[in-house]
């Protein structure tokens, strides 16, 4: 069988050439997300597989925990995932979207963990010097890990650049039992 992201990477492609023809990428983006999060709760996921609630009832039932997010064109698109079996695909069809959007966009998601807290003036310095090294905008998402001792570990995509002292620690430690 194949797996989850091959699946549901025709329908990311799909909804976001729709997205971009129509100029609203961030629309689509914020209904995907909030689509997956309702498909990946506890309460609807009870109901996914339950032979006795219908196609259309279970669109109905996203349509009105839409709570008037989702436009027409979004729940037609909800329904040719309900028609297939795919509204389970929802999480990876937003992430694929999210990459796509970005990547059309000219941006690029970067991960940091910081020994510390980063100062704002830290933050700027170093989103300026990340644009430069990959050539786009850069989008930061920050997180402490006390565990990193000193430095940073910065991922961007499948690049990690480790200025961590933990990670200097285990390279040496490395390089000592060689």
């Known amino acids: 069988m194949l797996n989850r992201t091959t699946l549901a990477r ?10 971009r023809d129509a100029g609203q990428l961030s629309a689509w983006n914020e209904r995907l997300v909030y689509a997956a999060a309702l498909v990946s709760s506890p309460e609807l996921r009870q109901f996914s597989g339950d032979p006795r609630i219908s196609r259309e009832q279970m669109l ?6 839409g709570e008037g997010r989702f436009d027409d064109q979004f729940i037609a698109f909800l329904k040719v995932l309900v028609n297939y079996g795919r509204l ?9 979207f999210e990459h796509y959007r970005r990547e059309a966009e000219a941006r690029i998601r970067v991960e940091v963990s910081s020994a ?3 100062s704002d003036e830290e933050v700027a ?14 989008d930061l998402d920050i997180e402490v890990d006390a565990s990193l001792i000193g430095g940073a570990v910065i991922r961007a995509g499948d ?6 002292v933990r990670g200097r620690l285990e390279q040496l430690g490395r390089s000592l039992s060689h």
């Open 60 to 65: 109905n039932l996203f349509s009105d925990l």
């Open 88 to 96: 389970g695909l929802l999480p990876e069809i937003a992430a694929q």
């Open 125 to 138: 310095g170093l989103s300026k010097r990340l644009q430069a090294r990959f050539g786009r905008e850069v």
């Open 159 to 164: 690049q990690v650049i480790d200025g961590s």
């Open 10 to 19: 025709p329908y990311a492609r799909a909804v976001f050439e729709v997205a």
């Open 116 to 118: 510390m807290p980063m």
